[in-house]
């Protein structure tokens, strides 16, 4: 079984940047065979996808993110981070890191992160 553990939520004021990042706790081998990614789900809205990054390095982002956010990945490492400048209040919300073989569709995580809170004020 894979963990996967966010750090780096926080409260910012609206302008300013963030760096979210995410371990994975074992299983070496399968992480780093997957796709890995952000979603977020802000309070009374569904879960959305932010970004995405192939095992390969190749990223993908929602529309609402590009030239803001960026995805990376340490495959040495077991790790994931989204750096997320210039932000604003509709960034609110729940992070969640994931991981799967198709991550861009819900359907296609297979673990999830607990979560990590952003905060920006306006």
């Known amino acids: 079984q894979v963990q996967l553990v966010e750090s780096g939520g926080g409260l910012v004021q609206a302008g300013g940047s963030l760096r979210l990042s995410c371990a994975a706790s074992?299983?070496?081998?399968?992480?780093?065979?997957?796709?890995l990614g952000w979603y977020r789900q802000a309070p009374g809205k569904q879960r959305e996808l932010v970004a995405t990054?192939?095992?390969?390095?190749?990223?993908n982002y929602a529309d609402s993110v590009k030239g803001r956010f960026t995805i990376s990945r340490d495959n040495a490492k077991i790790t994931v981070s989204l750096q997320m400048n210039s932000l604003k209040s509709e960034d609110t919300g729940v992070y969640y890191c994931?991981?799967?073989?198709?991550?861009?569709?819900?359907?296609?995580?297979?673990?999830w992160g607990q979560g990590t809170q952003v905060t920006v004020s306006s």
């Open positions: 074992r299983s070496i081998f399968s992480i780093n065979d997957m796709g």
């Open positions: 994931v991981a799967g073989r198709a991550v861009g569709l819900t359907s296609g995580v297979r673990y």
């Open positions: 990054i192939t095992r390969g390095g190749l990223t």
